[in-house]
């Protein structure tokens, strides 16, 4: 998919999610081969701006629609993750085992739930509503994960 079809794309979903008019987002390209994403956006919350970035080198993501509407989504929950993200850090210690913990679950399930949320209007309003594997690929079998794990009997 060339950048020009990507950028068509963009410009749909940040209509059809209704994050523009209300913010100011702006589509950058990553051409440095080290980064890891695919895709990821920086966000000014106060002044309503945000630049989502692609990784225009070496995308995991075989779906870059999928990715697209994946990394919006979080524009759409950054208010939610604001606040949770500050009940951290003002109910446990920085740093605390207690505090560690609370961000492992938090982030974990606001990934979980902004991927189902991008996943279920990918299938309503894609072009492209084949979901990406590529960090499927990436990771270890099931049978991987538990070898060496001692039987309890």
């Keep these: ?45 106060d002044d309503r701006k945000a630049i989502l970035m692609l990784n225009a080198v070496n995308p995991t993501q075989e779906n870059i629609e999928e990715v697209i509407v994946h990394e ?16 951290i850090t003002n109910c446990f210690e920085e740093g605390s085992a207690a505090s560690n913990f609370a961000y492992q679950q938090f982030f974990t399930a606001l990934e979980q739930t902004v991927e189902e949320l991008a996943k279920c209007f990918l299938l309503e309003f894609g072009e492209n509503q084949e979901f990406s594997y590529g960090r499927c690929r990436k990771g270890k079998s099931f049978n991987d994960l538990y070898e060496g794990l001692k039987r309890i009997d």
């Design 72 to 87: 919006l989504m979080h524009i759409k929950m950054y208010p939610l993750d604001q606040v949770t993200e500050s009940l």
């Design 1 to 45: 998919m060339d950048r020009a079809e990507i950028t068509r794309l963009f410009e749909k979903y940040i209509r059809k999610l209704r994050i523009t008019p209300a913010w100011d987002v702006r589509l950058e390209w990553v051409e440095n081969p080290s980064w890891k994403k695919t895709g990821d956006f920086k966000i000014d919350c």
